[in-house]
């Protein structure tokens, strides 16, 4: 064959394999455009002000002035909140109002909805029924189908292992999932919490299932109001029921396992340290919300709250570094930075007596106790120097009822954090 026929004939080759190549790799491109040229999620142009205008803008909110420590400049999340879990200041915050996918923090609308429903020693038999519907890889604490546990257990589950075994437990004694989501969105109603639609009740991916920074805040702080929700969240390990086992002469034995709280900052990590004066709340990490996390800490007699949602940076533990971060500049910050806004009260706890608005919390049952609707305040509190020196105004119209009703009060707002942290066994 001649030379320039040879030639004509590699060409013709070398570019059928070139528009092979293409047609193999170019409808993989177009399905999966590569990520430096994908546009980085952005928030809507417009969102809540509820507690304040300035919590309804995009970008970060923060009022800086001389004294005023500059916030760190590594922090990634999509959205984050900062603020005083007493007075309700708001300290800082990132897209406050921005709805996202929750992930397990949702379980904190959970918890304080259904919570005070059931004594901690009341005993459920587990059946089938009880476990339908679990989404797949979900966390899960090891619950039996036919083993009875203690409502106590199964809140440690929900709260150490995330175990959404235990969440539809806990729901099906609640009436199912279906009365318990309801029952957790009118909720969120009347906490003020207006970001929040609950699709299931452990945070399981689901379409249209949102919250925002600024309401799981609004639920830790509603939640930390419980006595048993506050001893549940700042447990670091227990002991968990397993499974009852029959040994070679017939004997039936039931054993424990322990259980570890995966809150990085309450039980630390190869890579990151307990948090000084930590005491919970909840961390969540699905496909679609990535890694959230609230946390509250108690430093100098202050209680902040910081959440954290959905880091863009994704190294291991670094929704906590970005925690701890805020945690950090709000305890330097607090008392210098003048406030951008508040953590609203619940609707049937507004202010009285004059109180500055979002300074006032559900006064509920009494600490930890059982159903019922939370009661008005019959008190007001005021703040002197952030969160120190609570000082509360009786409005006595006489009785004993009127001081009971305040007593409660003043036990809830005050939050007796630092006891819990120093109770609480070390890992």
């Not at 900062?82 to 949702?106: C, I, K, M, Y």
């Not at 609004?218 to 447990?235: E, I, N």
């Not at 305040?406 to 120093?422: E, K, Q, S």
Request: a positive charge.
């Amino acid at each position: 064959m001649p030379a320039p026929h040879k030639t004509a004939r590699r060409t013709l080759l070398v570019a059928s394999a070139a528009l092979l190549s293409v047609s193999l790799t170019a409808p993989a491109a177009l399905a999966a455009p590569s990520p430096k040229t994908s546009k980085p999620a952005a928030p809507p142009a417009r969102m809540s002000t509820v507690g304040g205008a300035r919590l309804g803008q995009a970008g970060t909110q923060v009022n800086l002035a001389a004294g005023v420590p500059v916030l760190p400049k590594d922090l990634t999340a999509r959205s984050w909140i900062v603020a005083d879990a007493e007075s309700g200041q708001v300290l800082a915050a990132h897209n406050a109002h921005w709805r996202l996918p929750p992930a397990s923090t949702l379980k904190m609308l959970f918890a304080d909805t259904v919570l005070p429903k059931f004594p901690a020693t009341q005993q459920h038999k587990v059946v089938a029924s009880d476990l339908a519907g679990i989404g797949e890889n979900s966390s899960m604490v090891g619950i039996k189908e036919n083993e009875s546990y203690s409502v106590r257990d199964l809140w440690l589950g929900v709260f150490l292992r995330s175990g959404n075994d235990a969440v539809h437990v806990l729901s099906a004694m609640n009436g199912g999932v279906t009365r318990t989501v309801a029952d957790m969105n009118a909720h969120a109603q009347d906490l003020q919490a207006l970001d929040t639609q609950v699709v299931s009740p452990d945070g399981y991916d689901a379409p249209n299932q949102v919250s925002s920074a600024y309401d799981l805040t609004l639920f830790a702080r509603s939640g930390l109001q419980k006595k048993d929700f506050r001893t549940y969240c700042s447990t670091v390990r227990a002991q968990f029921p397993g499974e009852t086992k029959k040994d070679k002469k017939g004997k039936s034995t039931r054993t424990s396992f322990e259980i570890q709280n995966t809150d990085r900052l309450l039980s630390g990590d190869y890579d990151i340290s307990v948090y000084p004066g930590v005491a919970g709340v909840k961390n969540g990490n699905t496909t679609n919300a990535g890694a959230t996390f609230t946390g509250v800490a108690e430093r100098g007699g202050r209680v902040l709250l910081v959440t954290v949602m959905n880091p863009e940076k994704k190294d291991h533990n670094e929704v906590y570094r970005e925690t701890a971060k805020l945690f950090d500049w709000g305890f330097t910050a607090a008392g210098k930075v003048r406030p951008v806004g508040e953590l609203v009260p619940p609707k049937g706890a507004g202010p009285a007596g004059g109180a500055t608005p979002g300074a006032t919390a559900a006064a509920g049952q009494a600490d930890g106790g059982q159903g019922g609707s939370p009661a008005r305040p019959m008190a007001s509190a005021t703040t002197g120097g952030g969160s120190r020196g609570m000082g509360i105004a009786l409005g006595i119209a006489g009785g004993a009822v009127v001081l009971l009703a305040a007593a409660a009060f003043l036990v809830n707002r005050r939050w007796p954090l630092p006891d819990l942290v120093r109770r609480r066994p070390r890992p």
